[in-house]
Structures are given as structure tokens and as C-alpha cells.
């Protein structure tokens, strides 16, 4: 075989398959063609078919080979891929239920914080009112304490009585010591009339501040009037008020000199 069939033979393995199978028409033809110049021409024609039968089987071998390792390894890539969906599928569903989980917790959370803050708010009320009640109790038991010690309860007020006698100002300040006042007196008040057993008694009217414009100690104006007949009379510096001038038991008011001693009533309002 010449020089030129074998660089044929060697261009023919780097075509494809289908250039090789012109180039093999085309080898056919050549070996024809010089067949009546060599003896030997038939032999080597047909080892040539022979070797080129066996490259192109050699060729498809290959080839087939090829094929299935490709489609094994996109089998396998498929595999991958689909495991690794999987693999993501689950964990994106056990996030979602984490994630579920969690919201019904706040949920939760949030409807437990909403009642604490309604009992607290129940709570703090109840106490508020169980404080109101506890001070009320112990006023009322500072109160039947002072009943004791020498106060009486009359229509929600408290009255004392004085033991001795004093000026206007040393029988309020005295009241005053005692978280009270000299006695107001807006009514047809019999009852002061029994507290004072018969005496006259200093009460928490006068007109120190104003000639003629009697007040009483809280700083409000006289509006009933309960004067004993011919008083006020004015005389000197008679600029304090007693109760009990008289044998009257309303009309029984005078004025008199402050600095005069008698006995007084205190009064604190419940």
C-alpha cells in the first residue's frame, strides 16, 4: 500500500463519521484505479476494507461508549438534583412549621399578656378601693377614738366640748391643736344648744377683719342669723360672738370683747 493510502487512513481518524464514509468511497475508488499498476493490489485492498471495517466498529465502540457515560452521568447529575429538592423541600416545610409553631406561641403569649394586664388592672383597682375602705375604717376608728376622748358624733360631724375657759384666739387655737375648729353653726343647730348644758360658749363667728361683716373661721360670709334681740350692738370692741346669751334656746347670739373668757365647742366635719 502506498504513502498517500496511509495519510489518507490517518486524516480519515480525525473526521467525522460522516466524512469517513465519503472518504471511504473515495479510497474505494482509488484502490480500483491503481489496481492494474501493482500485483499485489487485490491482496491489499482487501486487508485495507478489513483494517477500515474494523476502525469504523472500533469508531462506533467508542462513540457508544461515549453515549452511555454521558447518559450516566446526566443520570446521576438527575439524582443529585432531585435529592437535593427533596433534601430542600423538607427542610422548607419543617421551617414553615417552626415558623407556624412560633406565630401560635406569640400568639399566645400576646392574649396571656392581654389577660395579665386585665387582672393587674382589676387588681390595682381592687386594691385602690381596699385602700379607700382600710382609710375610711381607720378614720372611723380615729373617730370613735376621739368620741372617747371627749368628742361626740352628730350628723357627721365631730363636737367637743371645753372643760375650762379662754379667749376667742386661745379657744381656737385649741381646736385647731385638735385638727379642728371653732364650731359653725348654718341651721337651727338644738343640738349645740344640749352641748353647752346651760353655759355660753365661744363659737367660730366674728367680724375682727371688717367692722359689721361677720364671717365665719372658714372664711364664708353669715347668712343665717340667729342674734339674740338688740345684738349685735357694737359696743367697744365687741368683735366675737357667743352662743348661748339668753335663756332663749335659738335666738341666744351677742357679740362680745374677745378678750372675755369662756368656755367654747370645736368642731371637725367627718
Given amino acids: 500500500m502506498s504513502l498517500s493510502v496511509y495519510e489518507d487512513l490517518i486524516y480519515f481518524e480525525e473526521l467525522n463519521r460522516a466524512d469517513r464514509d465519503e472518504i471511504t468511497v473515495v479510497i474505494y475508488e482509488s484502490s480500483d484505479a491503481v489496481r492494474g499498476l501493482d500485483p499485489n493490489t487485490e ?8 483494517i477500515l471495517k474494523t476502525q469504523q466498529a472500533e469508531s462506533r465502540s467508542a462513540g457508544s461508549r461515549r453515549y452511555r457515560l454521558a447518559a450516566v452521568g446526566l443520570g446521576l447529575l438527575c439524582v443529585l438534583l432531585l435529592t437535593a429538592i427533596t433534601v430542600l423541600w423538607i427542610q422548607f416545610n419543617q421551617l414553615t412549621a417552626e415558623r407556624d409553631q412560633l406565630q401560635t406561641s406569640y400568639t399566645n403569649l400576646t392574649a396571656e399578656r392581654d389577660q395579665l394586664q386585665t387582672s393587674y388592672t382589676n387588681l390595682t383597682a381592687e386594691r385602690d378601693q381596699l385602700q379607700a375602705e382600710r382609710d375610711g375604717l381607720q378614720r372611723r376608728l380615729s373617730e370613735q377614738d376621739k368620741v372617747r376622748d371627749g368628742w361626740i358624733n352628730f350628723n357627721s360631724s365631730l363636737y367637743y366640748v371645753s372643760t375650762e375657759i379662754k379667749i376667742w384666739s386661745e379657744s381656737r387655737d385649741d381646736c385647731r391643736k385638735r385638727g379642728a375648729d371653732l364650731v359653725i353653726i348654718n341651721s337651727r343647730e338644738v343640738f349645740i344648744n344640749t352641748l353647752r348644758k346651760g353655759q355660753a360658749v365661744w363659737i367660730g363667728l366674728s367680724d375682727g377683719e ?35 346669751y339668753g335663756f332663749d334656746p335659738v335666738k341666744n347670739w351677742a357679740d362680745y370683747p374677745c378678750n372675755n373668757q369662756f368656755f367654747w365647742i370645736c368642731e371637725k366635719r367627718v
Fill in 43 to 50: 491482496v491489499e485492498d482487501a486487508n485495507m476494507r478489513r
Fill in 210 to 244: 371688717t367692722e359689721g361683716v361677720w364671717k365665719w373661721v372658714d372664711g364664708s360670709e353669715l347668712i343665717t342669723r340667729f342674734w339674740r334681740p338688740g345684738e349685735p350692738n357694737g359696743y367697744g370692741d365687741e368683735d366675737c360672738v357667743l352662743y348661748g
